[in-house]
C-alpha cells in the first residue's frame, strides 16, 4: 500500500450516461481536476460504478502508484460502498477514497450547465484537498445476535417469521391484537382470484403458532428499543389477557358462560356491526385461541363481585387470572423486521359522503365484514332495517388521489371494489354502480378480473363521486331510505344521480396512527406520506436507513397481499443474510481522543446518547469506547480543547473542504 | 446594502451548506431523484450529524469568502443519533450573537431541520437563501478584514511614540 509519502490522487469523473454529462462539462472539469495540486492522473468514463470503470481505478492505482482516489459522480450514500471496494481491489486502503456528488446534487437539480459545471469544479476542488488528510483505517467488526424479532402479525410479518423460522432462526413475533392474522383475517375473498381469505391464512397462523423456532406474543407491543444493528435489546410489554395462554386450552366455554348471556359491547374484529361480550376472541380462528377479558367491561374486573361462572367452567384447568398485571420483557436481536401495516382513511373526514350520518353508507371493510361467511351477518347482504339491498354504489378513491386528504394512489382499491362489486352480486342480484376516477388494474390476472367483472354487468361509471344525500326520508317502521350519488360521469359528459339502496365508501389505505411513534423508537424515516421509507426506492426497497432494522408489506407503503408477501420474503432474506454473515463490520468513523491534549474537564461525557465515553480516573482523561461508539460527531464539536477527534471526519479534513469550496484557483 | 458590498451585476452568492447525513443529504438527495430544480449557489459538506458541526466551520467559511452558511439537520426528535442536533441548535444560538458582534447579518447563518422526505424543502430554503443573500449583498468578510488589518496598522503607527515612551517607562 502505497498512502505515505508523496500524495498521488486520481480523479475520476463518470458520465453517468448523460446524467450528468448532459449537463455538467465533464471534460472541463476533469481537464481542471488534472491541473489541481497533487493530482496526477485525471479520467472521464461513461459509467464508473461499472465493472471496467471500477477495473479502471484498481488497475490505476497498480500501474500509477495512486494513493488517494477521488470519484465525482452520485451520491455517497448510493455508491461510496463501491468505490472503496475498487479502491480495496488496487490494493489501497478503502478508506483513501472520497467521493464528490455531482448527479444529484449536481446535474439532476440545476438547469444552467456553466453554473453546475463551476459548482462542481468547487466541489472537486475540495474534495482533492480533503482526500490529502485521508488516512489508512481499518474497520471493526462486531457479532450478530442470531434472533430476530417481527413487529406485526399481519401476512407479512407471519411470512416473514416463517421463513426465517424455516431457515432455522429463532424468531419472537410481537402482535398488538388479542390475535395474529390482521387485515387479511377480516377479508372475504381476494382478488384477483377470488380464494377465501381465511382459507390460505389462518394454516399460516396456526404454523405460526406450531413452529418450534416462533415465539408468538400477541396482546403485547413493542415499548423501547436499545442497541444497534446485530444486537438490538427490545423491550416488549405484554398487555394482562387476565387468562393464562400456557394453561388455556381454547374450548371457550368460559364465553358461553359469561353472566351477559348476549353480546352487548362493539366487536372490533367486525367494526362494531355485531356485539361481543366481555370475555371474547376476536374471531372463531384466532391465533391463539386463547380469549381476552376486557377490562372495561368485565363485572369482576370492575367491580369484583361477579358470579365467576367463566372461572367456575374453566375448573380445574384454573387459567383463569385475574390478578395479572403487564409485563415488561427484555430480548435481544439481531435483526428486526417491522411489518405493522396500515390503517384506513376515516371515511367521515369527508363530510359529503355522509358516512356515520346516513345508515346505509358503509366503509369498504364494513362490506368484507358483511360478505363474509363468518361475519356478524352470516354473509347476508342486509340493511340495517334487514332488507337485501336491490342496488349498492361503490365510491372508488374515498381519501385518495385527493389534495385535500391523501395525494397517493392506495392501490388496492381499485381491484377490492371490483372484488366487493362481484361478491355483492352474486349475493343479492343487486345492480351495482362503481364509481371510479381512473380503473387501476396493474399486476398480474388483474386486468383480466377487471373484463370479468365488467361483463357480469356491473355499472362502472367514470367519475368522482361529488355528493351523497337522502333521496326519501328514513321511515318511522325503521325503512332505511335510498340515498342519491351524485358524479359527473366523464365519458357522456352528463351529470348522474342514481339512487341506491346501499353505498360503499372504497377507503384508501394510510400509515397506522401511531407509525410516527414506531418510527421514532426504531429510530427509522417516513416518506412524506408517512409510510415508512425504504433505504433506497428501487435497489433497497425492504432496507432501512437504520442498519439491521427491515421493512415488509403495507407499513412501507400501500399494497396488496402478493406484494406484502414477497416483501415480507425479500426482508427475511436480508434479515437471513445479515445473521448468516455473523458479524457486521462497522463504518470506522469513531471518534477518539488524543490524550495528551484531554484537559479531564469531562464536559464531554453527558453530551453521547450511547454513553461511550468514560473518564479514566488514574489518568484524569476522558476515554471513548469505538464499539459503543456510532461516530455522530458531537463530542468532537464540543471538546473545548479540540482533542477528541473523529475518523474520516476530522477537523483537518472538513477545514481543507470549506478552503477547498471557497478558493478560487 | 452593505456599504462594504460592492456586487457587480454577475456575483452570486456563495453558500456553504453542512448537511448531516441521515436527513438533510438524503433529503438533497431526494430532491436530485426527483429532478427538482434550484439555484446552484450551494456546495454541501456532508457530517454524521449536525452535531458534528463546530463554530469554527461556521466562522472559517465566512471568513474564507461564504455569504451564507446553511445548516441542515434532522427534525427536533428524529435525530439519528437521538439529540445531536438539538446540541448543534445550542451552538447556533451563541454562534449568532458572535456573528452580530463581528458584523455579520443574522440571516446570513440559516439553521433548517429537513427531514428525508423533505426534498421540495431543500429546494425551497436553498433558493429563498439566495433570494435573502442577493439583498443582503456580498459579506466579502475577507477585504473586510484586509480593510481593518489596514486600520489596526495605521492606528498602530499614531500610537507608536506613545507606546514606545510607555515601553521605556516599564521596561
Same mark, same amino acid.
Given at each position: ?65 495512486? $494513493? ?24 489501497? $486502503? ?6 464528490? &456528488?455531482?448527479?444529484?446534487?449536481? /446535474?439532476?437539480?440545476? !438547469? ?91 394454516? #399460516? ?14 396482546? /403485547? ?96 384447568? $384454573? ?15 439481531? *435483526? ?23 345508515? $346505509? ?10 360478505? &363474509? ?26 381519501? /385518495? ?40 388494474? *396493474? ?59 346501499? @353505498? ?13 411513534? @414506531?418510527?421514532?423508537?426504531? &429510530? ?13 426506492? #428501487? ?44 458479524? @457486521? ?16 474537564? #469531562? ?10 465515553? /468514560? ?5 484524569? #482523561? ?36 470549506? !478552503? ?6 | ?6 456586487? =457587480? ?24 431523484? =426527483? ?18 458541526? %463546530? ?11 461564504? %455569504? ?13 443519533? =437521538? ?89
Amino acid at each position: 500500500m502505497n498512502s505515505n509519502g508523496a500524495i498521488r490522487i486520481g480523479f475520476y469523473i463518470c458520465h453517468c450516461g448523460t446524467n450528468i454529462a448532459g449537463v455538467i462539462d465533464v471534460d472541463a472539469v476533469a481537464a481542471y481536476a488534472a491541473s489541481l495540486p497533487g493530482v496526477v492522473l485525471s479520467r472521464d468514463y461513461k459509467y464508473m460504478c461499472s465493472d471496467p470503470g471500477q477495473d479502471l481505478i484498481a488497475q490505476d492505482i497498480r500501474e500509477q502508484g495512486l $494513493n488517494r482516489i477521488v470519484v465525482a459522480s452520485c451520491s455517497p450514500l448510493l455508491h461510496e460502498r463501491t468505490f472503496r471496494g475498487a479502491v480495496e481491489r488496487g490494493g489501497l $486502503n478503502p478508506f483513501l477514497v472520497h467521493m464528490v &456528488n455531482i448527479r444529484e446534487h449536481g /446535474s439532476w437539480v440545476h !438547469e444552467d450547465g456553466g453554473l453546475a459545471t463551476t459548482k462542481a469544479m468547487d466541489l472537486v476542488r475540495a474534495a482533492v484537498r480533503r482526500v490529502v488528510h485521508h488516512i489508512p483505517l481499518e474497520r471493526s467488526r462486531v457479532p450478530v445476535h442470531p434472533d430476530v424479532l417481527v413487529v406485526g402479525g399481519g401476512i407479512a410479518g407471519i411470512h416473514a417469521a416463517l421463513t426465517l423460522a424455516a431457515a432455522g432462526k429463532k424468531v419472537t413475533l410481537v402482535e398488538r391484537e388479542p390475535s395474529i392474522g390482521g387485515h387479511m383475517a377480516q377479508f372475504d375473498k381476494t382478488f384477483p382470484t377470488l380464494d377465501c381469505a381465511a382459507c390460505i391464512l389462518t394454516p #399460516k397462523m396456526t404454523a405460526v403458532k406450531a413452529h418450534p423456532n416462533i415465539t408468538l406474543w400477541t396482546y /403485547s407491543e413493542v415499548t423501547a428499543v436499545k442497541g444497534s444493528v446485530g444486537n438490538f435489546t427490545v423491550t416488549v410489554k405484554r398487555k394482562p389477557r387476565y387468562i393464562r395462554e400456557d394453561l388455556c386450552v381454547g374450548c371457550l366455554e368460559c364465553i358461553d358462560a359469561c353472566i351477559y348471556k348476549d353480546g352487548k359491547f362493539a366487536d372490533e374484529f367486525n367494526l362494531g356491526l355485531s356485539k361481543r361480550k366481555p370475555i371474547y376472541v376476536p374471531f372463531p380462528q384466532a391465533v391463539p385461541a386463547v380469549p381476552v377479558v376486557d377490562p372495561e367491561h368485565c363485572v369482576h374486573l370492575k367491580t369484583g363481585k361477579c358470579k365467576d361462572l367463566c372461572v367456575q367452567i374453566c375448573a380445574e384447568r $384454573n387459567a383463569f387470572d385475574f390478578d395479572q398485571q403487564p409485563e415488561f420483557i427484555d430480548i435481544t436481536v439481531g *435483526a428486526v423486521i417491522l411489518a405493522t401495516g396500515f390503517t384506513t382513511f376515516d371515511a367521515k373526514r369527508i363530510p359529503y359522503y355522509g358516512y356515520g350520518v346516513y345508515p $346505509n353508507v358503509y366503509t369498504a371493510l364494513e362490506a368484507e365484514r358483511l360478505v &363474509n361467511a363468518s361475519g356478524p351477518t352470516g354473509g347476508e347482504i342486509v340493511l340495517p332495517d334487514g332488507r337485501a339491498p336491490a342496488s349498492v354504489a361503490i365510491v372508488h378513491c374515498v381519501g /385518495s388521489r385527493d389534495a385535500d386528504y391523501n395525494r397517493w394512489c392506495s392501490r388496492v382499491c381499485c381491484m377490492y371494489s371490483l372484488k366487493l362489486a362481484h361478491l355483492i352480486q352474486e349475493h343479492t342480484k343487486a345492480e351495482i354502480y362503481n364509481f371510479y376516477i381512473d380503473m387501476r388494474s *396493474a399486476g398480474k390476472s388483474m386486468e383480466e378480473f377487471y373484463n370479468r367483472v365488467s361483463e357480469e354487468g356491473v355499472h362502472l361509471i367514470r367519475g368522482r363521486v361529488a355528493d351523497i344525500y337522502p333521496e326519501t326520508a328514513n321511515g318511522k317502521d325503521g325503512h332505511i331510505g335510498r340515498v342519491i350519488v351524485q358524479a359527473e360521469d366523464t365519458l357522456i359528459g352528463r351529470i348522474r344521480k342514481i339512487p341506491v339502496d346501499m @353505498v360503499i365508501l372504497s377507503v384508501g389505505l394510510q400509515p397506522q396512527d401511531d407509525a410516527e411513534d @414506531v418510527r421514532r423508537m426504531f &429510530n427509522i424515516s417516513c416518506s412524506a406520506g408517512g409510510f415508512f421509507l425504504e433505504r433506497h426506492p #428501487k435497489l433497497a426497497p425492504v432496507n432501512t436507513f437504520t442498519d439491521g432494522i427491515y421493512l415488509a408489506g403495507a407499513c412501507q407503503g400501500p399494497k396488496d397481499i402478493p406484494d406484502a408477501v414477497a416483501q415480507a420474503g425479500a426482508a427475511a432474506a436480508e434479515a437471513l443474510a445479515l445473521i448468516d454473515a455473523g458479524f @457486521v463490520e462497522l463504518e470506522p468513523n469513531t471518534a477518539y481522543v488524543m490524550e495528551e491534549e484531554c484537559s479531564g474537564c #469531562k464536559s464531554c461525557i453527558p453530551l453521547c446518547p450511547y454513553s461511550a465515553i /468514560s473518564f479514566a480516573e488514574d489518568v484524569l #482523561k476522558a476515554t471513548i469506547n469505538a464499539v459503543l461508539c456510532k461516530g455522530c460527531g458531537t463530542c468532537v464539536a464540543s471538546c473545548p480543547s479540540a482533542s477528541i477527534r473523529q475518523h474520516l471526519f476530522e477537523d483537518a479534513q472538513i477545514f481543507s473542504e470549506i !478552503e477547498g469550496l471557497l478558493t478560487h484557483a | 446594502m452593505d456599504p462594504h458590498a460592492q456586487a =457587480s451585476a454577475d456575483w452570486r452568492p456563495r453558500i456553504v451548506a453542512f448537511f448531516c447525513n441521515w436527513c438533510t443529504y438524503t433529503a438533497a438527495d431526494l430532491a436530485g431523484v =426527483s429532478r427538482l430544480k434550484y439555484a446552484p449557489n450551494t456546495r454541501v459538506i456532508r457530517v454524521m450529524c449536525s452535531g458534528r458541526i %463546530d463554530p469554527q466551520f461556521v466562522l472559517d467559511a465566512f471568513t474564507r469568502g461564504a %455569504d451564507g452558511v446553511l445548516i441542515g439537520g434532522c427534525h427536533p426528535g428524529d435525530c439519528h443519533y =437521538s439529540e445531536g442536533n438539538m446540541k448543534l441548535l445550542r451552538r447556533v444560538h451563541l454562534l449568532r450573537r458572535l456573528l452580530g458582534d463581528m458584523g455579520i447579518d443574522e440571516q446570513r447563518l440559516r439553521l433548517e431541520w429537513i427531514s428525508a422526505a423533505e426534498g421540495e424543502k431543500v429546494k425551497t430554503v436553498v433558493n429563498d437563501m439566495v433570494a435573502t443573500l442577493q439583498k443582503l449583498g456580498p459579506l466579502a468578510f475577507p477585504e473586510r478584514a484586509a480593510a481593518w488589518d489596514l486600520e489596526m496598522d495605521e492606528f498602530e503607527r499614531a500610537l507608536a511614540p506613545a507606546a514606545a515612551l510607555e515601553e521605556v517607562t516599564h521596561g
